[in-house]
């Protein structure tokens, strides 16, 4: 009689352990079977961080594109030697500016998370350095299109300050005094920083928050237009 009962105890917890596994399994096939917007960004989780709020920003001498009231911030954190970088640059910025930043929705701003290689740094610096003059874009949008291997001679001093020397309107003695005496090295620091705060270490990566500093959204790596668009949008309807 003993024995039946051990035995019929030993049966009951079984069941009880299958059923418990089971349930887990299929929960985990459902939840795999829910649709995802995008696989590669997350939430931040952080509130309010008056670091990414877009009037700090600016006034911590960041470049950026569109109006300065615009209700919501895309943060670009990149390196000027990252082919991913020029991926999104070639097929995915231009649809965002002409979708938002014209517009006067979304701001964009550039800063530096130079990685990559050594000569990073100084090619960050060189075009904070045309910032000064208001050419930080057509300079940024030069060395992408001038791409070579990363740390191949490319962009180093000499070819930084020749590429500068082919914007229209730079002065270069500006420009050369700026570059040369490491002007913006605490700048570039500074971004470094601010990305490795947020857990940010590879290149392209990008925060969407509204203009104050709230609602943080990361994005890393260079998502196809449709990614940006739903988060985008998400932050222009959200309260």
Known sequence: MKNNRINALVVRVTIVIFVAALATSL???LSSLQPHHNPFYAFAQIQKNVALSLSNLIKHGASYQGSTSAPVTLIDFSDLQCHLCDRFVTATEPQINSTYVQPGKVAFIFLHLPNRGFDSFPAASAAQCTNDQGKFWQYH???YNNQGPID???ANRDNLKKFASQIPGLDMQKFNSCF???KYKPLVENDLALAHSLGFTQTPS???????GSNPQKVEGPQPFPEFKFLIDKELGGP
């Open 152 to 154: 191949s001679g490319w």
């Open 141 to 143: 949008n030069l060395l």
């Open 27 to 29: 929960s985990l096939l």
């Open 206 to 212: 990008f925060i969407i928050v509204k203009s104050d």
């Open 180 to 182: 040369d005496s490491q």
